[in-house]
C-alpha cells in the first residue's frame, strides 16, 4: 500500500476537489478504503454537485492537522477515479459502513444498529467516488488554523491542491486575495480558474461546515467571483432546536437526491 493509502485509511476527514465544467470544486468527505482504492462515500444530498465530476480526475487529500496521524504530513493524490451510485446502499453497509462508523459520530447514531438503519434508510445509499489510478502524489503542510485552506487549480495531468494562507478571506465579488505558502515563501501558480476552500467541524461532527472562494487567478491572487460561508473558530456542538433542523434538512436533501437517481436509473415506481 502506497504512504498516501496508508495515511488516508488511517485519517478521519479528508477533501475531494475536481475541475467541474463551471470551475474547481472541493468538498469535504470521510476517508474509506473499497477494494483496497481509497475512496469517499457521500449522501445522495450532494448528487447534483458530483453530477459535474465529469472528466473522470480528481484529486484526494487529507489536510487538516486533527485528522492526520501524529506527526505525518498532510497528503493529497491526483488520477483517475469512477463514480458509483450505490442506491440500495449494499455496497456501504457490507463494505464501508464499519469503517464510517469508527470515523464520524453521525454515521454511528444512524446506522449503528439494524433498527437505526431501518429509520435512516436515506443515510445509506451512497454515491462512492474511488480513485482507482494513481497519477501523482505529494506531501504537504497541514492545516493547523482557521484561516489555512486548500487551493485548487489545473495542472496538465490533472487537478492539483496546495496548502494556502492569506491576510484575510473577503467575500466580496472582485475582491482581491493575494495568497502565500504556509511557511511565507512565494506561491507559485498558473493563470487560470482556482478555487480555496476548507473546513471544520464540530467535536461531535453535528457541524462540518466548509466555506469556499471561487474565482480566476493570476499571480497567486485571487479575484473573487463566488464565495460561501467563512472560516470560523472551534465549532461547538449545536443545541437541540438546531441539530433538529439540520437533521429534517439533512433528510430532505438525500431523500430528493435518492429520488432523482432512482428516477434517472428508471427505478422509481
Not at 79 to 106: N, W
Not at 170 to 185: E, M, V
Not at 242 to 269: D, F, K, M, N, P
Request: glycine share 8%.
Amino acid at each position: 500500500m502506497s504512504s498516501f493509502a496508508t495515511v488516508w485509511e488511517n485519517s478521519t476527514t479528508a477533501e475531494l476537489s475536481w475541475l467541474s465544467p463551471s470551475g474547481p470544486v472541493g468538498v469535504p468527505a470521510v476517508p474509506l478504503m473499497w477494494e483496497g482504492h481509497p475512496c469517499v462515500a457521500l449522501p445522495f444530498s450532494h448528487l447534483a454537485l458530483l453530477d459535474t465530476l465529469t472528466d473522470g480526475q480528481a484529486v484526494c487529500s487529507v489536510t487538516d492537522a486533527r485528522a492526520l496521524p501524529p506527526g505525518s504530513p498532510a497528503v493529497a493524490a491526483t488520477g483517475r477515479v469512477t463514480v458509483t451510485h450505490d442506491l440500495s446502499g449494499d455496497v456501504f453497509v457490507d463494505a464501508l459502513l464499519a469503517q464510517e462508523i469508527r470515523k464520524h459520530p453521525p454515521t454511528r447514531q444512524r446506522a449503528g444498529g439494524l433498527l437505526a438503519r431501518r429509520e435512516n434508510w436515506w443515510w445509506l445509499p451512497r454515491i462512492i467516488v474511488t480513485l482507482r489510478d494513481t497519477v501523482e502524489e505529494w506531501t504537504l503542510p497541514p492545516r493547523t488554523s482557521a484561516d489555512h485552506a486548500l487551493l485548487l487549480t489545473a495542472r496538465p495531468h490533472g487537478p492539483a491542491v496546495n496548502v494556502v494562507t492569506a491576510p484575510a478571506w473577503p467575500h466580496t465579488p472582485g475582491a482581491r486575495i493575494p495568497l502565500r505558502s504556509l511557511d511565507g515563501t512565494p506561491l507559485t501558480t498558473a493563470d487560470g480558474d482556482g478555487c480555496v476552500f476548507a473546513h471544520q467541524h464540530s467535536p461531535d461532527f453535528d457541524q462540518w461546515e466548509h466555506w469556499y472562494r471561487r474565482g480566476p487567478l493570476h499571480a497567486a491572487t485571487l479575484t473573487v467571483a463566488e464565495a460561501s460561508g467563512a472560516p470560523a473558530p472551534r465549532l461547538r456542538p449545536l443545541g437541540l432546536w438546531a441539530r433538529l433542523h439540520a437533521h429534517r434538512s439533512l433528510v430532505r436533501a438525500c431523500q430528493q437526491g435518492i429520488t432523482a437517481a432512482e428516477t434517472r436509473a428508471g427505478l422509481s415506481s
